[in-house]
């Protein structure tokens, strides 16, 4: 691995190809694993991503960049350095990046999972001598529902304020969260509206060809209006502020992984809390870990040493990768990591 990536100040850096993995700061050359703002870092003066995530990458990045798009599985060479992007299953365009140099193969998984979700290509494997995972969720408490249950119980919470005359208010992070929280509500219930910051990643999503039931924009309508069984997906960073004032009786639900943690939803103070992350679970993690069969595995952001030390208990060569690890417990410095894009607190 070492020959391949080092970790350094900036972030997992590529010799051969000279280049930046996920850069920590703006670099020249950064080869990037998903639109979130924790991976893809505004600034850079080059980026190379999957061509199915390029309508989200361009929505946040300044355009005096230059970007190189590639699809799933083609290759190219950068410098000395094969590299490739496999769906990663994690947002629209989420890719693990394939570097491969003389026969050695390294696998950068990004954030992933492997669950089903309409809104972007499920989670391949790929074969590799070292993997680099993400542990968001690397702990064994974490197991999530098959998709369709949470939305069974998201939809029926919203006929249960529909009749009780309520609107609702359902917070997921503005990209990928929020859209695949559209692909799974039920239009025939009622109408839904979006928040400014979530109508953004729906367009990129709509021109990108997937499918999403109809939404207004909530800054478009103006005036008196009865927003009663109306469902209003929002970015939780409005929640109990002023914004909120205008849809009169409201039940508010959050849509994260987080909220499997006890208190997470009562610290959050909304009426639900519907557990969906875009990150593998436990045993998903596992079974990721098997199925790509790397010699070593590298653990990185989130649960990486608690990850690492099972591994190696149960006989699979594993390190922790310094430098992205989260203190173990603290919820908040996670969601923000995921939850932070460009303009996601104005309305
Ligand atoms: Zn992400
Ligand atoms: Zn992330």
Request: net charge neutral.
């Amino acid at each position: 691995m070492e020959q391949i990536l080092q970790s350094t100040p900036n972030g997992m850096y590529c010799a051969a190809g000279d280049f930046y993995v996920d850069p920590r700061l703006p670099v020249a050359r950064a080869v990037v694993t998903h639109a979130h703002s924790d991976h893809a870092r505004w600034g850079c003066e080059s980026y190379l991503a999957a061509k199915p995530g390029e309508n989200l990458l361009r929505l946040r990045m300044s355009s005096d960049a230059r970007f190189e798009f590639l699809p799933y599985g083609d290759a190219i060479t950068v410098g000395g350095v094969r590299v490739s992007f496999h769906p990663a299953g994690h947002i629209l365009g989420s890719a693990q990046v394939r570097l491969e140099v003389r026969g050695h193969v390294v696998l950068v998984t990004g954030d992933y999972k492997l669950g089903l979700d309409p809104t972007c290509d499920a989670w391949e494997p790929v074969t590799c001598h070292s993997m680099i995972t993400e542990s968001t969720f690397g702990l064994p408490i974490y197991r999530w529902q098959p998709q369709e249950m949470v939305f069974e119980s998201i939809n029926e919470w919203w006929r249960r304020c529909r009749e009780e005359g309520k609107c609702c208010l359902l917070y997921g992070y503005a990209v990928g969260k929020s859209q695949r929280l559209l692909a799974g509500l039920d239009p025939t219930i009622g109408k839904i509206y979006c928040h400014g910051a979530v109508e953004k990643g729906i367009g990129a999503y709509r021109r990108s060809g997937i499918a999403l039931p109809e939404t207004t924009y909530v800054g478009s309508i103006s005036g008196k209006h009865d927003w009663r069984g109306a469902m209003v997906v929002a970015v939780p960073s409005v929640h109990g502020t002023a914004w909120t004032k205008r849809f009169g009786r409201t039940s508010t639900a959050m849509a994260s992984g987080w909220m499997a943690v006890r208190g997470a939803r009562r610290r959050r103070s909304v009426d639900r809390g519907f557990v969906l992350s875009d990150h593998v679970d436990w045993p998903s993690l596992l079974t990721a870990i098997d199925a790509c069969n790397p010699e070593t595995v590298w653990v990185t952001h989130g649960y990486s040493a608690a990850v690492a030390r099972y591994l190696t208990e149960n006989g699979r060569e594993a390190r922790v990768l310094d430098g992205r690890g989260r203190i173990e417990g603290d919820e908040d410095a996670a969601d923000a990591q995921e939850s932070t894009l460009e303009g996601e607190v104005q309305p």
